[in-house]
């Protein structure tokens, strides 16, 4: 069965940089691409942008082009999202969901809380 | 950016009874590219409906998407207890990708 499975929380100090994993099984990683939500606390949906694991092409939300980076590495079927530079703005749940050319994110990892504070 | 402006924002409806939920685009939006997704507390978002009237696999018939160019609509038939949670809608053919602000059904 199709599984993401994502890093744990992480407690990072404003100014710092952090990566989130996530891992994918159950289906051919290199298929579909790999998109990534945030949440912030009591807040909705926010989509910050997607990479495609067989070629790396990315493409990110204005409002997180410059200081996310979304990588991948096809050897052990996994996505990566790093943050650089977060402020306390940043404190979200982090989603990675598989993106189905036609089903869009048909599923989703149990996301990774963020938490930014001095 | 396509902005979804979902209505209302707080549904208070009892188990049994029929909910309509409503997203509009502030432009068209391809009816092949708009899902609607459920978010229950402490879980990731669930896909319901994709394409705007495809349900998603192992999703009930008492969900059921409609819609096209602006306004679009999520109906569940029946309401089941699991039901309550948080719903949004999403466009996905143009970048970037948005989502409503969600709409919440409690249970009255």
């Known amino acids: 069965q199709v599984q993401l499975v994502q890093s744990g929380a992480e407690v990072k100090k404003p100014g710092a940089s952090v990566k989130v994993s996530c891992k994918a099984s159950?289906?051919?990683?290199?298929?579909?691409?790999i998109h990534w939500v945030r949440q912030a606390p009591g807040q909705g949906l926010e989509w910050m942008g997607w990479?495609?694991?067989?070629?790396?092409?990315?493409n990110y939300a204005q409002k997180f082009q410059g200081w996310v980076t979304m990588t991948r590495d096809t050897s052990i079927s996994t996505a990566y999202l790093e943050l650089s530079r977060v402020t306390s703005d940043d404190t979200a749940v982090y989603y990675c969901?598989?993106?189905?050319?036609?089903?869009?994110?048909?599923?989703w990892g149990q996301g990774t809380l963020l938490i930014v504070s001095s | 950016e396509i902005v979804l402006t979902q209505s209302p924002g707080t549904l208070s409806l009892s188990p049994g009874e029929r909910a309509t939920l409503s997203c509009r685009a502030s432009?068209?939006?391809?009816?092949?590219?708009f899902a609607w997704y459920q978010q229950k507390p402490g879980q990731a978002p669930r896909l319901l409906i994709y394409?705007?009237?495809s349900r998603a696999t192992g999703i009930p018939d008492r969900f059921s998407g409609s819609g096209s160019g602006t306004d679009f609509t999520l109906t569940i038939s029946r309401l089941e207890p699991e039901d309550f949670a948080v719903y949004y809608c999403q466009q996905y053919g143009t970048s970037p990708l948005t989502f409503g602000q969600g709409t919440r059904l409690e249970i009255k």
């Open positions: 969901a598989r993106g189905d050319p036609i089903m869009d994110l048909d599923y």
């Open positions: 990479v495609v694991p067989n070629s790396g092409v990315t």
């Open positions: 432009q068209s939006v391809s009816s092949t590219y």
């Open positions: 394409g705007t009237s």
């Open positions: 159950g289906y051919t990683f290199t298929g579909f691409y």
